[in-house]
């Protein structure tokens, strides 16, 4: 009798990127309380954030992911997480005024990267 190798295969808890990506945008873009306004060079994000201060948010940008959360110990805990794209991290800001956490980002201009070729 032949019997096959069996290959085991463990999961972790832990979902793949991509599902986790649109998790994270599902979670993120219905909220009350959260503004989006767009103009030429910048994308502005409004959020309600009461209850917390600055030093308990943490804003992450990842390639064009935008993540906002509060640490561990702080009195409520907020997780937002936006897909935009072309954001210039260096052109950006971030303040939080009265309870409202208003994210500027910067639009990354588009390089011009055509070449010129020279007819012989």
């Not at 994270?24 to 103009?39: I, K, Q, S, W």
């Not at 950006?92 to 980002?105: M, P, Q």
């Amino acid at each position: 009798m032949f019997f096959p190798s069996t290959t085991v295969v463990r999961r972790t808890a832990r979902p793949t990127f991509a599902f986790e990506k649109f998790l994270n945008n599902a979670l993120a873009a219905p909220l009350p309380g959260t503004r989006f306004e767009e103009d030429e060079k910048f994308v502005t994000l409004r959020f309600d954030v009461p209850g917390v201060s600055r030093e308990q948010l943490t804003i992450q940008i990842d390639d064009n992911v935008v993540t906002v959360k509060s640490v561990d110990d702080a009195p409520r805990s907020y997780r937002f997480a936006v897909e935009l794209a072309d954001i210039d991290t260096a052109g950006s800001e971030a303040r939080l005024d009265l309870g409202v956490l208003t994210l500027k980002l910067a639009k990354r201009l588009p390089v011009n990267t055509a070449q010129q070729l020279t007819i012989q």
